[in-house]
């Protein structure tokens, strides 16, 4: 199947709105435009969705619709979009379907022969890799690890023997955690900490896993 964004199409399109995951003023003006003209606005969390239209000047209609909700309101937003309307849809922070909800609504959308336009916009995972000091020629985004120890440690075992740099996400209250299983697989290899991306306390930590780790318990 071939399908053009640019074609004319009797539906609406499904717009993929990425938004700042910390500088407020990371947001595009691409964004800002299909934010206000959008029909109707779909987020992982209406209320932190609602705190950026309310700073952006944005009055429009918030719906909820996250990971665990998204079979539950398909049907429902590719009514809306075959009926004309368009629909935005955005995470909590940064670029939906990245380590975040959305791949059921696009699936469904792409099925239905809906439109699916996603914008450039803010990540984590590009800032990320070119403040390391690792290289960004070739990498793998990987993404968050299996939440059970054991089914993590099978993943990072699989992953052993890649050269190319490796980005992992991780909650701030399981990176220790993490990096001791790494440690453990991977062995004493060069590593980046980066948190608070484009916020006030922005952090690089350069080292090896094992003096990452001392930092981390600190």
Known sequence: MIQRSYEKSKYGNLYL???PIGNLKDITLRA????????IIYAEDSRETLKLLKVLGINKKVESCHKFTEMTHKDKIIELLKSGKNIAYVTDRGTPLISDPGNVIVD??????INVISLPGPNALLPAINMS?????RFLF?????????????EL????????TIIFYEAPHRVKETLLLMLEIFGNRKIALVREISKLYE???RDN????IKVCSN
């Open 32 to 39: 800002i435009d299909v934010l206000k003209e959008s029909d």
């Open 203 to 205: 952090e690089i930590i």
């Open 17 to 19: 709105v990425p938004t």
């Open 209 to 212: 896993i094992e003096n990452v």
């Open 157 to 164: 075992i699989d992953l052993k023997e890649i050269k190319q």
């Open 142 to 154: 990987y993404g968050f690890l299996n939440n059970k120890k054991s089914a993590a440690k099978k």
């Open 133 to 137: 000091g690792i290289s960004n020629q």
């Open 108 to 113: 469904f959308a792409i099925e239905n022969n």
